[in-house]
């Protein structure tokens, strides 16, 4: 049975629009990869193969490849692991800044545990920026490593990636095309029984409560199945916010910091009242992030690990679960689950890397905390003296940059102080590019509204 890394969900009534560019397999067979026992070259027969064997710490690279990555959203492949280990692939993506010191890269780090074939698709937003990384227009090799955090030892292993691919699709879904509502509302299956509350408010010409309606479908739908369960969706059951953010008005943080003083499973439970402000948050009543960023003494890289569990806020007669890892839906990104050495219960929340990914940060907490009083949690330190720094965001949604795409508001070249409203001179709406100033690729063109 094929297991899923990551997992694509798609709106339920609305089309996909096109995606701006084809995948692309990346090159493989030739003797292009250094370090690889064998390579197979896609064909007729089936996609690449790449096969690494190792006894010890090992790394695979390649500089043929393409270097221009803008046009592309994630890196995708099938893994295959024999045997099953404790071993780490970290994938670094070369991208030196000449005017830096030290290695510039982007990288994500997953464990070969698994036996396989599991589908594994790596989108860029989630990988680690380290040092000053040129950008994704400049790729300069592509490498995988075994023991990039320097553990101290390495099983052996043989490793088979299949289907090395860049994936043009953004895997959340690509962005616009930026529809006015009644081209949005037409694209719709409103003749859907779910979606009842829209067509009726849109058909009525009641288009605020049709946005509404649809939202709170999003919001409750079972199918897809969000990544977070719906009921753990920060917003769910509380009024719209109507506030915004603007310069030096709703944006601030609570913050306060734990030392973990001793080795091993423990209890720790932080009163909210100890949060110190800082700058202006909103208050309790409106929580928009919750993040914890460990600050490891001594070599980030020594190898050491820190296990969470039963992360949950409490109050007089309520309690909220932040994270239980019962589920493979855990709520935390940054921590991965695992089944083994738990505080309670069958599962916990593995960090590692400190180096890597310093923070971890929640995606399953309440935006209203106004119920509770304290924030508690199990935590087995590998080292005494590290701190976790607990930061809790109190923000009014920023929406400034959307307003100005939908006042068509851009800047031009590095004027960015400047910026140039185009008002109705620019037509949202696509064209056949057929007749008139539609037969040019200039400006429309460039917006990505013709026809592909």
């Known amino acids: 049975m094929q297991r899923i890394l990551v997992v694509l969900s798609l709106a339920a009534a609305a089309p996909v629009a096109a995606a701006p560019a084809a995948d692309l397999a990346l090159p493989v067979g030739g003797g292009v990869w250094e370090g690889a026992t064998q390579e197979v070259a896609a064909g007729p027969d089936g996609p690449s193969r790449l096969v690494w064997s190792f006894t010890d710490m090992a790394g695979l690279s390649s500089r043929s490849i393409p270097h221009d990555w803008t046009p592309y959203h994630a890196l995708a492949f099938t893994l295959r692991c024999t045997p099953p280990t404790d071993n780490a692939l970290t994938i670094v993506m070369a991208s030196e800044d000449p005017e830096a010191d030290g290695m510039d890269y982007y990288s994500f780090t997953l464990k070969l545990d698994v036996p396989g074939p599991r589908s594994v698709i790596i989108p860029f937003t989630e990988t680690a920026s380290v040092r000053h990384p040129a950008g994704w227009h400049r790729i300069d090799s592509l490498r995988l490593h075994n023991n990039w955090a320097r553990r101290p030892t390495v099983a052996p292993q043989e490793v088979i990636i299949e289907g090395l691919r860049l994936l043009a699709i953004p895997p959340r879904g690509v962005k616009g095309p930026r529809l006015e509502d009644a081209d949005f509302f037409d694209l719709l299956d409103l003749d859907r029984p779910e979606l009842a509350a829209v067509r009726d408010a849109w058909r009525s010409g009641r288009v605020p409560e049709a946005r509404q309606a649809l939202a709170e479908h999003l919001r409750r739908r079972q199918l897809p199945r969000w990544l977070v369960a719906a009921a753990d969706r920060p917003t769910l059951g509380m009024p719209v916010q109507k506030q915004r953010a603007g310069t030096g008005a709703g944006g601030g943080r609570l913050q306060?910091?734990?030392?973990?003083?001793?080795?091993?499973?423990?209890?720790?439970?932080?009163?909210?009242?100890?949060?110190?402000?800082?700058?202006?948050?909103?208050g309790w009543h409106w929580v928009s992030a919750l993040s914890i960023t460990w600050q490891a003494l001594g070599d980030p890289h020594d190898g050491r690990e820190l296990l969470l569990d039963d992360i949950r806020l409490a109050g007089p007669g309520v309690s909220r679960s932040l994270g239980d890892f019962a589920s493979h839906a855990t709520g935390w990104r940054g921590l991965s689950r695992v089944a083994s050495g738990a505080a309670a219960g069958d599962a916990c929340g593995r960090w590692s890397l400190p180096a890597l990914t310093p923070t971890v940060s929640c995606t399953a907490f309440p935006g209203d905390w106004s119920p509770y009083d304290r924030l508690s949690f199990r935590v087995c330190a590998g080292r005494a003296g590290d701190r976790l720094r607990l930061t809790v965001a109190s923000e009014y949604p920023d929406t400034r940059r959307a307003d100005e795409i939908r006042s068509r508001t851009f800047v031009i070249g590095g004027f960015r102080e400047h910026p140039y409203a185009f008002g109705p001179r620019i037509d949202w709406s696509a064209n056949a590019m057929q007749e008139g100033e539609s037969r040019t690729v200039e400006w429309n063109a460039q917006l990505n509204r013709h026809f592909h």
């Not at 003083?261 to 110190?276: C, K, Q, S, T």
């Open 256 to 282: 306060t910091t734990v030392v973990l003083d001793r080795e091993g499973w423990y209890p720790i439970e932080v009163p909210l009242n100890a949060f110190l402000p800082l700058g202006k948050p909103v």
